[in-house]
């Protein structure tokens, strides 16, 4: 009987705290009440952390910083403490742009247009000397890395250490690059001869018909869109790269890897197996 009472009462126990268990786990907070900062995956940008960082209150991340400065031109000058450089800077960009505005408004379209590419090359300049210019401790820093090969395919690489990818990448991108323009010229070519073809108003005696115009037409159409997305195939992974690598800079493999083969006797794991005579193999290890 004493037996059968204890039993009782550790069965009673254990239900109850099971019942406690459940009810916990679907009542638990799993908010920390005690601090009142937030998770980076809760919060991607800041404009509190970002504009405290321009007042030099606080630091922030270098994502951070350029994420801001992308709208607010001239913000990573400011938090680098370099101020000097935003007169060059607003000149570049958006005199340009005015000189652009004003050529195109005059019909002078061929100035306006290398007007403009100026005062793009001027905010990419902007950015890239504000990546180069953030201080940090940290090397190397993933977030630089990334912004760089964003910014400049390679130099992600380049400043990982790694420059023998960087004739890997650009040469991949030329090359895709290569059959871009190629397609681009087949595809204009025969656009143009299928227009010739289906004209009515103007004879057409060309060797090339309109059914084969069209049909070489879609096929250097489609060949030319493949090429836009090795493109942007290419200068992806190497973003991609120059961010994982520098993540992994400093993973060390230890020199005493080896490997051993050896033959085994494999016993069954059960008294069960339809054969329980063991059997011969190799077995493999690995050390490292």
């Known amino acids: 009987m004493k037996r059968i009472a204890v039993l009782l009462i550790a069965l009673l126990s254990a239900s109850s705290a099971f019942a406690q268990f459940r009810s916990d786990a679907f009542q638990q907070q799993y908010t920390d009440d005690s601090t009142s ?6 919060v991607l940008f800041s404009f509190k952390e970002y504009f405290e960082g321009l ?3 606080r630091e922030i991340k270098i994502g951070t910083l350029a994420a801001g ?13 370099q101020a000097w450089k935003l007169p060059i800077v607003y000149t570049g ?9 004003y050529f195109n408004s005059v019909g002078n379209h061929d100035v306006a247009k290398y007007c403009f590419i100026g005062a793009g090359v ?14 940090s401790d940290v090397y190397p820093l993933p977030g630089r890395a990334t912004l760089l090969s964003i910014l400049c395919p390679g130099a992600g690489q380049a400043y990982n250490g790694e420059f023998w990818k960087i004739p890997i990448y650009i040469g991949g991108m030329g ?9 681009n010229i087949n595809y204009q070519r025969y656009r143009r001869i299928y227009k010739e073809a289906t ?12 059914e084969q115009a069209l049909y070489y037409r879609d096929v250097f159409r489609r060949y030319r869109d493949y090429s836009i997305l090795a493109i942007a195939a290419v200068y992806l ?16 493999i230890a020199d005493d890897m080896a490997m051993t083969i050896q033959p085994s006797i494999i016993a069954p794991d059960t008294q069960l197996a339809f054969n329980p005579s063991p059997a011969f193999g190799m077995s493999v290890g690995f050390r490292f």
């Open 199 to 210: 004209n009515k108003e103007v004879a057409y005696s060309g060797p090339i018909t309109a």
């Open 122 to 135: 001027a905010y990419w300049a902007t950015h890239l000397d504000g990546v180069l210019s953030y201080k």
């Open 237 to 252: 992974l190497q973003v991609i790269d120059a961010n994982v690598f520098s993540y992994m800079h400093d993973f060390e």
């Open 37 to 42: 900062s937030k998770d980076s995956t809760d």
């Open 175 to 183: 090359a895709a690059y290569y059959f871009y323009d190629t397609n």
């Open 93 to 101: 960009i958006f005199g340009s742009l005015g000189a652009g505005i």
């Open 69 to 81: 400065s992308a709208l607010l031109i001239g913000g990573e000058q400011i938090y680098n403490r």
């Open 55 to 57: 007042k030099h209150e």
